[in-house]
């Protein structure tokens, strides 16, 4: 079940959304103009995070908007920029 939650932030666009989500909610017509795909493709990629359980959505009127069901997946983030930071100054250790 870990791997099928990470496999489907395991895409720029997807990644992108989740990322935008963790900030705050948003309406898919935000989340097309921030990832710069059409509503059909941004649609398609929040259907997966729906299906993994990393997205809930709530019709209001003629727009559907888009949150993290746990909001602290945000933090994820901060542990993946961690990772890169100190692989960067490894390498940076080793080319001196």
Request: hydrophobic share 45%; charged share 30%.
């Amino acid at each position: 079940m870990k791997a099928r939650v990470l496999k489907a932030m395991a895409h720029p666009s997807r990644l992108c959304i989740v990322e935008e989500l963790a900030k705050k909610e948003r309406c898919v017509c935000e989340l097309t103009e921030i990832v710069g795909a059409d509503m059909s493709t941004v649609s398609k990629h929040l259907t997966v995070l729906k299906h993994a359980g990393i997205v809930a959505d709530e019709k209001r009127g003629a727009m559907v908007f888009y949150r993290l069901r746990v909001p602290c997946l945000g933090k994820l983030f901060d542990t993946v920029e961690t990772v890169l930071e100190c692989s960067a100054r490894e390498l940076a250790e080793v080319t001196k």
